[in-house]
């Protein structure tokens, strides 16, 4: 089995999916639950990791006679979120925050209120693999990144200057993802189809990486509703 070293570079695209709290799309035609952006300017990922239990015990001589040291075990995943300008769908769909509305009833911005952030969300970005051959059929190789399941969204520091304002958003990943094998084809499979991924998340997966040669999606005017592909069936 070979192994596949790629380089990434770029973040082209991001898609947000509204999640239920087992970590599941919200489908239906009364939610718009899907949003593709390519409004970002970058997206940091840092571990939390818990320190495993080190356990000495020293005899009466002062020599070790007990050492044990339990694994260190990821905690959650902290994505920080850089936007090129305000999304209010997108940060909405992050922090739980609710819309203000102009006078035509579109999106203009976001409150933020002391409610607890209750949202969850799944994020996927793509990115760009340089010097990379395309693959069968001529399709292009690209990164894919994708976080499952994410909650306690949150507004950062916001900048206000001469120079361009940043808008920066945080969240943690969450145990006990619903996510599957997803409702969009992200992948190919043995026949080169566009297939949603070959193997289910567990409930205890915090991300996925590699590589896929299936194009990332299209920017959407907004959020917009979610509907999940059909995987193609056998003879």
């Not at 639950?33 to 495993?52: N, Q, R, Y």
């Amino acid at each position: 089995m070979p192994n596949n070293v790629w380089p990434s570079i770029h973040a082209k695209i991001m898609r947000l999916t509204k999640l239920d709290g087992c970590g599941q799309p919200i489908t239906g035609t009364s939610n718009k639950s899907m949003l593709v952006t390519k409004g970002i300017v970058k997206i940091s990922i840092t571990a939390e990791t818990e320190d495993g239990e080190d356990t000495v015990k020293k005899n009466g001589n002062g020599e070790i006679c007990v050492q044990h040291k339990d694994p260190d075990q990821i905690k959650y995943l902290a994505p920080e979120i850089e936007f090129c300008g305000v999304d209010p769908e997108a940060w909405s769909m992050i922090t739980g925050q609710p819309l203000v509305l102009d006078g035509a009833g579109d999106a203009a911005g976001i409150k933020i209120s002391s409610a607890p952030i209750e949202a969850n969300f799944a994020l996927e970005v793509w990115t760009d693999v340089p010097g990379a051959a395309c693959g069968a059929g001529g399709n292009q190789p690209f990164g894919y990144f994708l976080l499952p399941f994410v909650g306690s969204g949150k507004v950062g520091d916001i900048e206000l200057s001469v120079s361009a304002a940043e808008f920066t958003l945080s969240a943690q990943t969450k145990p006990g993802t619903g996510w599957g094998v997803g409702p969009y084809a992200v992948v190919r499979d043995e026949d080169n189809a566009a297939v949603p991924l070959l193997e289910a998340l567990t409930p205890q997966d915090h991300a996925i990486m590699q590589t896929v040669t299936v194009a990332p999606p299209t920017p959407t005017d907004g959020a917009v509703e979610l509907t999940p592909v059909t995987p193609p069936t056998g003879p």
